[in-house]
Nanobody
């Protein structure tokens, strides 16, 4: 079992940067593959990025590739999402998610159904 708490959201102008953090409680954080998803008002939740439990591979949605970076610090039980060159269309509630080891397969890490644990979300608002 793992509990997730996101932080770092806020209001930023277009072109600016934010770094989201997701702190995990419980042991064995290093054995969890971690993901970030987002949901804008009136839209479905969508995949943003994922980092597998070994830390060796990362995955990104095409819409954020080259602008966002996911990383993890196992010593701090924390996963980060560095967001640069933010756009108004990045405005959403951002959620951290976790699944043990490889979950249901790395090919499915972009699916929210692949994750077993979720945080409460943190709001990111990008003004134009």
């Amino acid at each position: 079992q793992v509990q997730l708490v996101e932080s770092g959201g806020g209001l930023v102008q277009a072109g600016g940067s934010l770094r989201l953090s997701c702190a995990a409680s419980g042991r064995a954080f290093s054995t969890y593959t971690m993901g970030w998803f987002r949901q804008a008002p009136g839209k479905e939740r969508e995949f943003v990025a994922a980092i597998i439990w070994t830390g060796g591979s990362t995955y990104y949605a095409d819409s954020v590739k080259g602008r966002f970076t996911i990383s993890r610090d196992n010593a701090k039980n924390t996963v980060y999402l560095q967001m640069n060159s933010l756009k108004p269309e990045d405005t959403a509630a951002y959620y951290c998610a976790a699944v043990l080891l490889g979950g249901r397969g790395y090919a499915r890490l972009r699916e929210d159904s692949s994750y077993d644990y979720w945080g409460q979300g943190t709001q990111v608002t990008v003004s134009s």
